[in-house]
């Protein structure tokens, strides 16, 4: 059994790291440093909760303390009774009045931030054009990535979010096979991405990506949805308004064809009928959904290859060659099993990785 002196210094350093870790959080990622209205509304709901528990437990600690001092044997003798209060009407006021004033304290917050952030009505306002005030984003999420479509931009894209700052954005959120859940951390809770039906909410970004150290927030699937689930992430570009109109309109114009010897044969391998990649995956940002494989027209201006592997074109050839060894379970099969059951050749693989590192919409 540990000893009482030892048993509080572990005590103590536990606290200390308790108190070192809690500046540990990163501005990307933590929900402890909001970065929207959202994330603040609900961030002050996890304050005042807190303040609302830490407030019973001193005041319990206090009768405690007071009940073992004021009470005890050696003081008050062996055949003290303390006074009886059993049926006084004032005690049992105060020890029910107090916990329904401290219920109510967090529920009226609660449940009016829980409506309001649960308010879409703005999500199909129109202008006297009939042109969408607000931005909407439809989000698909599927094993093991997410899909971005810009309905009234009629734009998609995937595995990176670009959203501008300042305003409310709109979400619909589905799943094409299994439950997922959609989580931007720094920006909002949670919200579950169901197949059966769309759940819609709004978020709002108040800072641009660009001045974060990954230059990008972390989204995260927050439902585990099969092997992969801990890989299944995306990230999120926040611009101001002007650079998001120029986004959009970058991703509408028609792609340029690459102008270099290796890329162009990366374009005609990429389109091959036996490798097959067109057939799952677009490079026009107003391509169709295929249902297999994400949008790539943006690959090249990415951070990261699958979500969460390291963008450059030795990761990129190592996926292509062994997608499974990496993100497990996911639908992309084997280069090989495309390719009549032959390996790429190095040259192949070079060829795929500077065409696909070669698209991009952002100077």
């Known amino acids: 059994m540990m000893k009482g002196p030892k048993k509080w210094r572990l005590f103590a ?19 402890l440093i909001p970065a929207g209205k959202v994330a603040q509304d609900q961030f002050n709901l996890l304050i005042l ?140 809770g949670k919200l579950d991405v169901n197949p059966e039906n769309v759940n819609t909410f709004y978020l709002e970004f108040d800072k641009e990506s660009s001045e974060l150290e990954e230059g990008v927030y972390f989204g995260k699937c927050a439902e585990l949805c099969g092997p992969s689930h801990a890989l299944m992430d995306f990230k999120v570009k926040t611009l101001n308004r002007e650079d998001f109109d120029a986004w959009v309109a970058a991703m509408q114009e028609e792609q340029a064809a690459p102008t270099e010897t290796l890329a162009q044969e990366g374009e005609e391998l990429f389109g091959q009928d036996g490798l097959g990649c067109i057939a799952c995956h677009a490079v026009n940002s107003a391509g169709a959904a295929t249902g297999q494989g994400p949008n790539l027209t943006t690959f090249g201006d990415r951070t990261t290859i699958a979500g969460f592997m390291e963008h450059d074109e030795e990761t990129l050839k190592n996926w292509i060659a062994d997608p499974q060894q990496y993100k497990p379970g996911n639908l992309m099969p084997e280069a090989a099993s495309l390719n009549n059951g032959e390996e790429l050749s190095d040259q192949e693989l070079n060829a795929l990785a500077a065409y696909l590192m070669g698209l991009k919409v952002e100077e």
């Open 13 to 31: 350093l536990m606290t200390a790291l308790l108190v070192f870790l809690s500046g540990c959080g990163r501005e990307e990622i933590s929900t």
């Open 49 to 188: 909760s807190s303040i609302v528990m830490l407030f019973v437990i001193v005041v319990v600690t206090i009768i405690y303390v007071l009940a073992i001092v004021k009470f005890r044997r050696s003081k008050v003798g062996e055949d003290m009774i303390p006074e009886q209060v059993e049926g006084s009407a004032r005690l049992e006021f105060i020890w029910t009045a107090i916990p329904i004033v401290l219920l109510l304290i967090l529920a009226v917050p609660t449940v009016y931030s829980t409506f309001d952030l649960a308010d879409v009505t703005a999500m199909d306002a129109q202008d006297e054009d009939g042109v969408a005030e607000n931005l909407t984003v439809n989000v698909t999420g599927k094993l093991y990535w997410w899909e971005f479509e810009y309905p009234e931009q009629e734009i998609r894209t995937a595995q990176e979010l670009v959203v501008p700052t300042g305003e409310r954005v709109y979400f619909n959120l589905i799943a094409a096979d299994v439950k997922h859940s959609f989580w931007i951390p720094s920006v909002g």
